[in-house]
């Protein structure tokens, strides 16, 4: 298979492009994605490509945008929705969570809302408290949505492509520190089914959970501790909506041993629940309490230092690894 | 600095005690050797003596409360101390209406009761372990955890099964192929320490000593045949006592350790170093036997036959310099453990094996000329047991400490050195 280097949002690009071009239902609304081609330049050229009707700048109005798409979903269209942060989507909840994820089931099955909501969360740009959050616990939550959250070009690209084809309601949370990183992307037709996790790393001793923008950070952290002479699994469950639980428990049921990686803050997040799902399952295969690095339960502070010390850091996860394989902390290994 | 007084081990293997009297309140000035509380066991009521001077500084029991044995029953500490505790409402509700005093000095007070926290008693193991030890049919409990908090872990049982744990089964029984008990004393990380005990003793009588040593390796230890959860085996000499522990700490998968021995157990000690397949790290002997050919046959063979309490404290009295030195409970604890059994008998058939009359059937020396690690060597120069003087015949490297007024428990009469004297040897092998 042939292979290109795109970054994340040249992926992401692709999929929406691949996907107007292939069904005339697709079409995008957002604020400030047509004439500027989006903040994170993921929809560039596509206003000039299919016009004004499929390619469409909205207000400053996340309710009203959240609507019509979920509207338009339930009359048959296969609309997304770009909101241009994550937090800004608590303006849409009613949406979201009363309309949207009920619709399938309170119809009986007849009706279906296939809306896609893009957005991107996460800390690491200084943005503050209202601009930093990673909120796919309240998503997670509400039975009905998918969450779907990519850490890589070829995932993101595969991953927005199947979304655009089933008919499910999509939080497609992209993360603002990945939109610039690259990877390759399989060439032709490239589409990833929901609910299959991915072996980003394989490994014998530890199996480090990450998504998002934690994927990059585990990776790193399995390259320290590969050094270290501990072989990390880092596995991606690639989408927490569904959730591959044949994969986590088969990776975990090998290693013996599981640590939960989530930028978002620990109370109540999908790490617990995973964390959970493992135990139940293979109390007797673990060899250590399972462990979960998470950000701090506080709003992201402004001041850089202080947001850096707020989320998981690599060293975070190196700790956490080797409390998991029983060693010593490092200073102390080092003496 | 806060010293605990523990509750003490009332009976073998007895992890419990009910507290029936605190003679002493927070605030009270202690003396060393008052008694300070009475607890008692299933079978008798021990006194529990001070064995330093300070002030009460915590009582983390009340009358009628069960104490765990070896945790600590009154806590001493200075003047200071005793304010500070006083002012932590947590520690001591009724303030002596001292000023407040740091928080951080009040949770120095505590600091003692965490550090014991791993050697609580609690068997703790990961539900992994717990699972392949169960399919392979290993118990739990002869396995020393180097997982947090003493746990075992995976490694502890894969190194058991490594080391081949077909004979561990056997070493689970008393009765079987020479296999002997072994128990944990103390949870920690890095190369156990193996604990020997002396004739007549058991491992149990090595939990207050090892309550008070500082270092964070595990230590196990071992009961001789005849003697504690070994009963039902023997060994017909000194050659075979050897080989039945060196098989029993090999099936348990301890074959780098460091070793503490007293007496026979030290004499013992000595002689695994001579054993293929066990590395010993480091060598404590504290009133070493096999050094030389004199015992005192009288003593042995009175220890044996008294079977009242006032004949064997008479007798026992025999193997300290200081009597006040011996704890009533020892005399106590021994003579609850022939009840009803044949200790007694087995120790005499031991007994007969490896001494013949006021003679040592057996020598060390040799051993000791070959062994290359730290080797320390503990005598009391009043031993009237074992005398003094065999220690001449000892090699130049190993290091000999006589000391004055001490008998043959070097261990209960001088504790604090000979802890320091086991620490300094276990580091110095690295």
Known sequence: MAFRELMYREALREAIDEEMARSPEVFIIGEGIAERGGSYKVTEGLLAKYGPKRVRDTPIAEAGMIGVGVGAAIAGARPIVEILYVDFAMLGMDMIVNQAAKFRLMTGGEGRVPFVLRTQGGAGGGVAAQHSQSLEALFYHIPGLRVVMPSSPADAKGLLKYALRQSDPVMFLEHKHLYMTKGLVPDGEHIVEFGKADIKRPGKDVTLIAWSNMVPTALAAAEELAAQGIEAEVLDPRTLVPLDKAMILASVSKTKRAVIVQEANRRGGVASDICSIIQEELFYDLDAPIEIVAGLDIP???????????????????????????????????? | MAQSILCPQVGQDLTEAKVVALHVKLGDMVKKGAIVAEVESEKASFEVEAFATGTVIALPYKVGDTATVLEPLVVLGTADEAKAAASAPAAAPKAMG?????????????????SERASDGVLRSS?????????????????????????????????VIANGHANSQAAQNANGKGGLAIKSLKNGSGHPIVFIHGFGSDLSSWRPFVALLSIGNPMIGIDLPGHGGSVGATAKDFDQLVADVAASLLAAGHHRVHLVGHSLGAGVSAALTKIAGIDVRSLTLLAPAGLG?????????????????????????????????????????????????????KQRQLANAVFEGSTQLFSVVDALHHYSGPCRVVVGRRDSVIPADHVENLPGHVAVHRLEAVGHLPQVEATELVSRLVAETVRAAG
């Open chain 1, 300 to 335: 992201i502070p402004f001041n850089l230092t202080l947001e850096k010390a707020s989320v998981p850091q690599k060293s975070d996860v190196v700790a956490a690894a080797r409390r998991a394989l029983h060693q010593d902390p490092l200073g102390l290994a080092a003496q």
């Open chain 2, 98 to 114: 001292a000023a407040a005093a740091a928080p951080s000095k009040a949770s120095k007070v505590n600091a003692p009761r965490a």
């Open chain 2, 127 to 159: 539900p992994l372990a717990r699972r392949i030890a169960s399919e392979a049919g290993i118990e739990l409990a002869t396995l020393a955890g180097t997982g947090p908090k003493g746990a075992v872990v995976l490694r502890d049982v894969e190194s």
């Open chain 2, 293 to 345: 050919a004199r015992i005192d046959g009288d003593f042995v063979h009175g220890f044996l036959s008294a079977t009242s309490e006032s004949a064997l404290a008479r007798w026992m009295q025999q193997l300290v310099h200081t009597p006040k030195a011996l704890p009533a409970a020892f005399v106590r604890a021994t003579l609850s453990a022939r009840e009803g059994g044949d200790l007694a008998a």
